[in-house]
């Protein structure tokens, strides 16, 4: 894993997961990958701290309480179209469905590959 600072204009990600650990963990190792990165605990919180910082990518939890991830992307696609998503989930049952409407790129079964999430978000960062 590279250990390079956060380029002030490098692109921000959100991740978003019930399992806080989980997803500060994710958001370290993107941090460690050039990304600007910060992670929250749930839709809500997500929602706000989309208010508050142009986020360029989301990679979000598909199950969690109160907001399901997928509800999370079509909230914050609906007011930033923009932006892209990655969902992820245990459920391999949802890995087919077609959510690019919604701005989701993919979905990744978990347990995913790190470095795999890395070349999609960077693919999909492409102009």
């Given at each position: 894993?590279?250990?390079?600072?956060?380029?002030?204009?490098?692109?921000?990600?959100?991740?978003?997961?019930d399992e806080a650990d989980l997803a500060h963990y994710l958001a370290l190792r993107l941090?460690?990958?050039?990304?600007?990165?910060?992670?929250?605990?749930?839709?809500?919180?997500?929602?706000?701290?989309?208010?508050?910082?142009?986020?360029?990518?989301?990679?979000?939890?598909?199950?969690?309480?109160?907001?399901?991830?997928?509800?999370?992307?079509?909230?914050?696609?609906?007011?930033?179209?923009?932006?892209?998503?990655?969902?992820?989930?245990?459920?391999?049952?949802?890995?087919?469905?077609?959510?690019?409407?919604?701005?989701?790129?993919?979905?990744?079964?978990?347990?995913?590959?790190?470095?795999?999430?890395?070349?999609?978000?960077?693919?999909?960062?492409?102009?």
């Amino acid at each position: 894993m590279t250990h390079q600072a956060p380029d002030p204009q490098a692109p921000h990600i959100l991740v978003v997961d019930d399992e806080a650990d989980l997803a500060h963990y994710l958001a370290l190792r993107l941090r460690h990958s050039g990304y600007n990165a910060k992670s929250c605990d749930c839709g809500k919180n997500a929602l706000i701290e989309l208010e508050r910082q142009p986020y360029r990518f989301i990679v979000s939890d598909w199950t969690m309480p109160q907001m399901s991830g997928m509800d999370l992307i079509d909230k914050a696609h609906e007011k930033y179209p923009k932006i892209k998503a990655i969902l992820l989930t245990g459920h391999e049952e949802m890995e087919d469905e077609d959510f690019h409407d919604h701005g989701v790129v993919t979905v990744l079964i978990k347990p995913y590959d790190f470095s795999n999430l890395l070349k999609i978000i960077e693919d999909s960062l492409k102009p």
